[in-house]
């Protein structure tokens, strides 16, 4: 191997060629130095410490009167009793007409029937959620702190992933607070809903991806000490096919994938994007044709980290269910999922005449079988389940209406909240009701974002595709592509009841691309200069106001009592009503 010697204005104290020069006119570092650089970042025991600081404050939030109000919010009445069969009985049971009473009044017995429910999202977070209540009773508190641990680690993830991309631990810090004191990501680490479980384990999974970018390059410029010259060479490849990041990466998509199945939109753009990745940093080391090449040497190993492993560990999941097939065969082989083979529109009439008792799975026949066959025939019925559930989620619920359903469209500006729980009509003079004459109190607990960062969020973003596009920043790209793959796709299902809350996938990456553009406005110039001193008043002033404003809807956050009028104060569409 050989190299082409570049003019010395052109190469770096060790010869090594640089690719010429930043805006500011100083010199690019090489493809060796910024590889090697990646991993050298301020110091690991500040950065750890601040960001574990942070996570407990973010707990500590969370915890706050976590079991109030003492009812079934919104989803929960399924979920937490879905989590509560799951953990004590292995699969997920009917339940009898009158078992949210019961539990509110502490009984845990007699609830559920011997028939299996028929559920129509994958179990993790379910099981997640029933650790909770396995540990803390089957109660709002119970059923709830799994999401408020998990609402924390976030916080936790989103520090070191910003961290790392920004190579500032104050910046990384920024990126936290944003997160922390964002209304959406705080209501549902409060509530037992599956989202927060899904969002978390996506976030988790970039995070990992973006690990691996910085792992691998620097592994490269470990095994290629001078720029490659041969246009045959394919750069380093069996010593990148153990990636040990891109497996914890499919091991994150696939407990993601196994909360809601939405989870592989970012599955396949982030692979698309991984490649990309490759492509550039086999490029910048002398690799002709990189794209080609990263594709075979790079995608094919990335598809079995994250797909084949993802998968696995998908099916790892449904374990509980596979060991009680037999149920599910004899009573949910026959069920209107199955039978709804068209769309029919919105006359539920028309529905039913479609159906047929008398088709079951094929399996449903052999459901007291034995031997080592019952792994297979399990694995089918599971995919005839699977096809029950994709036919609920597309076709079954078509036309159907919600009042808090709001369109994908306009969930990045907040369009339309979701009320999970409301206390209304409380008079002056009682439950601390403190209105004037004529008026009267409420509690509510409001699914919404805090406006001034998904406000200032959908600038930045604007901001980051310019940078992606016109910069050619990858860190940029990471954002848009995080925002893109998890809004995006809901589009495709506008005419059936979604929340504005499923959204929450995206706002790591909204929070990044804010961090990204403060980080800009403040720029990497040493010492005091006007320039910096402007990024620091701005961006401060942002993260400042994010707060106040979360301050300001905290009572509608956490049930608190207002009176009518302080609530309106806080309702300032007539869409949020």
Known sequence: MTTTAPPASERDASGRQLLGSTAEGRPVPSAWQRARGRLDLEDPFIGWSAAIGLTLLAFFLRLWKLGSPKEFEFDETYYAKDAWSLINQGYVHDYVSDAND??????TTGLWKDTPSMIVHPEVGKWLIGLGEKAFGMDPFGWRIASAIVGSLMVLVMV???RRVTGSTALGLVAGVLLMFDGLQFVLSRLALLDIFLAFFTLCAVACLVNDRDWSRSRMAALVPERIDDPASWGPVRALLWRPWLLAAGVCFGLAC????????PLAAFGVLLVAWSAGARRSF????????????????AFGYLVVVGFVVYLATWTGWLMHAGAYEQHLSSTQY???VAEQGCQGESLQAELDPEKRWPTADDYDRSGPGTILTNLESLWHYHHDVYIFHTHFLNC????YASQPSGWLFLNRPVGVAADTGIQPGTRGCEAPAGSDCLRQVLL??????????????LYAVLMWAGARDWRFGLAVVGVASTWLPWLLYADRPIFLYYIIVSLPFLVLALTLTIGRMIGSDEGATRRRTIGVIAGGTFVVLVIANFAWFWPIYTNGLLTHSEWLDRIWFSRWV
């Open 102 to 107: 019961k539990i509110l009044a502490g009984t």
């Open 160 to 162: 070191r992933l910003a």
């Open 258 to 265: 196994g909360t809601k199945w939405t989870a592989i939109y």
């Open 286 to 301: 002398g690799v002709r044709h990189a794209w080609l090449k990263a594709l075979v040497a790079d995608g094919l190993p």
């Open 338 to 340: 199955t039978q709804f």
């Open 400 to 403: 159907a209406t919600h009042t």
């Open 448 to 461: 919404i974002g805090t406006p001034a960062l998904w406000w200032g969020g959908c600038l930045a973003l």
